[in-house]
């Protein structure tokens, strides 16, 4: 699971609250997906690494698209030597009543984001696990 650092805030609670509360989620699409399975690796336990990317970019003062990818790597030894990888990259399109700042998007794509993509990259895994024919993996909850 990703490990949130803690961030220097520039903003204060308050305004982040009252931003967020004009934010709409407009659209989440799935823009590009992978799998690999690769049965001669599976082993009887598996560790499962998993990175998240995110990134932004601003359409104009009230409308911003933001790029999720995650990957996910499940393996009985090195990260390299997987038994199982599947990477997911969604596009979000959220915009707000409110003009966005920049320090606003940075906590927000950083802290809102990856709730609000988690359970959609959570279902695909599980979703494409029983595809594969092996034991449905289900990811955890994202808690922060």
């Known amino acids: 699971m990703a490990n949130i650092e803690p961030m220097e805030y520039r903003l204060n609670p308050e305004d982040y609250r009252a931003t967020l509360k004009q934010i709409e989620l407009e659209g989440i699409d799935l823009e ?6 690769r049965r001669d690796k599976l082993g009887k336990s598996l560790r499962i690494f998993i990175k998240q990317t995110v990134t932004h970019e601003v359409q104009g003062e009230n409308l911003i698209l933001v790029g999720f990818s995650c990957e996910l790597f499940a393996s009985s030894g ?7 990888r599947i990477i997911c990259t ?3 399109r959220y915009s707000s009543k409110m003009t966005l700042k920049e320090d606003f998007i940075e906590i927000f794509k950083e802290r809102n984001v990856p709730v609000n993509t988690w ?3 959570r279902e695909f895994v599980q979703n494409m696990t029983q595809r594969m024919n092996i034991p449905p993996l289900t990811l ?4 922060y």
Not at 32 to 37: F, G, P, T, Y
Not at 78 to 84: N, P, V
Not at 140 to 143: F, H, M, N, R, V
């Open 119 to 121: 359970p959609y990259f």
């Open 32 to 37: 590009e997906c992978s799998c690999k399975l």
């Open 140 to 143: 955890p909850l994202l808690k």
């Open 78 to 84: 090195a990260k390299k030597d997987f038994a199982l």
């Open 90 to 92: 969604f596009k979000l």
